[in-house]
């Protein structure tokens, strides 16, 4: 491997209680690199991502995003966790879109777009709104930025989620299961603006259950399986020749 | 039906026909019923001991007037400090830190389990247990000067409204998704800026309705003072009645000031609501 990857993540496990989410994770994602994570749930793949964006803290091991350790600092032989201010500003590194959108239902479409870079960023508001109104015109939204969440369907609330994400101009997008929570006539639209993102050169990791996006769109898909990377490689090896019993019969499930 | 099938005999075509109304005759006779009773009780207050031209002549005088006043004013300003007591309170019960939490629970039993009345005789009698207060080597001044019934009332209504309103707040702040939390964090704001930007105006609407009894419940919790000798309507239709012997009169007085009051706040109470419902489907049709 070549270029520094963007993301590291080195020997990483996270438990809750007695049971162990991550165990003893090592993977790479280089820039520009899509990245398909796929498992059943509870395998674990949610976990890692969330921990890339420190909304889960590790027990052990270490994630370096653009070569700068996540939550923790080493001096002395030891490791010091990071106080929650520069923690917050390692996460401006990365975008995250939820499952379940998550989108402030007490803004409009723009002004959910627009709270990161003014209020977080202090970003002049007139140039940021420029900004978003592009955004949402990207994800085909421009017509909405005055609605309230509740007046759009999940697809859009979705895109808007997209929208608000790459507003912080991140160098890292993290997906957890996009379209999960979405009607099936929606997910089409959520995966093309995705889609369009990737092909942006965008960096991405996608937590997924759409293999048909995986098989198109990833360079990279990861198995997981009880807290651990089972397989990875390219979207022909892992789908279509996966080597390990465990993978071919989650595919065989999945595709039915 | 456009199917082309034929439609079972026996159903015959009811559109176009009249619906007759029914007679409720049990809801007419309780509506007769109730009125009977008012009229009895407007018929004995009418012939009762009652000068209604005193209660017409003092409603406005000037000592009622500073009393409603000092009411609004001890009203306001306990509400405010119950609030930001109240919300600082209720953040640290939601902290993880288990001391934060156990002062906030403590708080609140302690305030919450003890009659206000005694509170505010016990703030209007500190000087008995600290004869002087002050900060050591900076500042200090004699208890009975510095706890007027001003500020025995405010710090005794104010610290109690307090441990109440910290569960109104916790309440608001449970209400809100979790995510919404993790989406302001993943975009990079901080716990304090989240919850002032995020958490807080999506709590606002589930606790104003609350928060609203309780002001109401505080513009007449004020009367209380009257006890500490705070100059407040009650206590100024009282030193009325001891001079003339008009006690009802004064009385009915001091009870119109405070139904004019809560008359006036529950519509601004909507206006408030409506506000903080931006986004919310009920609203938005």
């Known amino acids: 491997m070549s270029a520094r990857p963007l993301v590291a993540v080195r020997r990483v496990s996270k438990s809750f209680g ?11 994602v280089r820039p520009g690199e899509v990245m398909c994570l796929i498992g059943a749930s509870g395998s674990g793949k949610t976990t890692l991502l969330r921990c890339v964006n420190q909304l889960t803290r590790i027990d052990a091991g270490g994630i370096w995003v653009d070569g700068e350790l996540l939550g923790m600092r080493e001096s002395g032989g030891r490791l010091h966790a990071l106080s929650e201010r520069e923690v917050a500003r390692q996460r401006l590194k990365t975008g995250m879109v939820f499952q379940r959108f998550n989108l402030f239902p007490h803004k409009t479409a723009l002004e959910n777009v627009t709270e990161g870079p003014v209020h977080v960023q202090g970003r002049r508001p007139a140039e940021v709104r420029d900004e978003a109104m592009a955004l949402l ?3 085909g939204l421009a017509a909405k930025a005055g609605n309230y969440p509740s007046q759009l369907s999940g697809g859009q609330q979705q895109r808007v989620a997209i929208a608000r994400a790459l507003a912080m101009k991140p160098q890292l997008m993290l997906f957890d299961e996009p379209t999960s929570a979405l009607d099936p006539e929606l997910v089409g639209e959520v995966l093309a603006v995705m889609r369009e993102l990737a092909r942006s050169g965008m960096t991405m990791m996608v937590v997924t259950h759409e293999l048909g996006f995986a098989r198109e769109v990833a360079d990279t898909v990861v198995y997981m399986d009880q807290g651990a990377i089972v397989e990875a490689g390219t979207p022909a090896e892992v789908l279509g020749g996966p080597r390990e019993a465990r993978t071919r019969s989650f595919l065989s499930a999945v595709i039915g | 039906m456009s199917s082309g099938r034929a439609l079972a005999e026996g159903f015959p075509d009811l559109t176009g026909l009249p619906t007759a109304r029914r007679t409720h005759w049990g809801r007419w006779i309780a509506a007769g019923l109730i009125l009977v009773v008012l009229a009895l009780i407007g018929r004995a207050f009418a012939q009762g001991q009652i000068e209604w031209a005193y209660v017409g002549r003092f409603l406005t005088v000037p000592v009622i007037l500073r009393g409603i006043v000092n009411t609004l004013v001890m009203a306001v300003l306990a509400m405010s400090l119950g609030i930001v007591l109240g919300l600082v309170v209720a953040v640290m019960r939601l902290s ?13 039993w302690l305030f919450r389990g003890t009659p206000l009345i005694l509170q505010l005789l016990l703030w209007f009698n500190l000087a008995l247990v600290f004869p002087v207060i002050g900060i050591p080597g900076l500042w200090s001044a004699k208890s009975v000067e510095v706890m007027t019934p001003f500020l025995a009332a405010l710090l005794g209504l104010g610290i109690n409204q307090g441990a109440y309103t910290s569960e109104v707040m916790r309440a608001g702040l449970l209400s809100v998704d979790a ?3 993790e989406a302001a964090q993943a975009i990079g704001m901080g716990r304090l800026k989240a919850l002032y930007r995020i958490i807080l105006p999506q709590a ?10 309780e002001f109401i419940g505080m513009v007449k919790a004020t009367s209380l003072a009257s006890v500490i000798q705070y100059p407040e309507v009650l206590h100024a239709a009282e030193n009325i009645y001891y001079a003339n012997s008009r006690v009802i009169e004064l009385l009915i007085v001091a009870g119109l000031w405070y139904l004019l ?3 006036i706040l529950t519509p601004l109470q909507m206006l408030l609501e409506r506000r903080f419902s931006r986004g919310t489907a009920r609203i938005t049709k």
């Open chain 2, 179 to 181: 995510g919404q939390y």
């Open chain 1, 137 to 139: 015109a990207r994800v």
């Open chain 2, 204 to 213: 606002m609407r589930v606790v104003l309705p609350p928060l609203g009894n």
């Open chain 2, 261 to 263: 009051v809560v008359s």
């Open chain 1, 18 to 28: 007695t049971f162990k989410a991550l165990n003893d994770v090592s993977l790479d």
């Open chain 2, 96 to 108: 993880p830190n288990p001391v934060l939490k156990g002062v906030a629970a403590g708080y609140t």
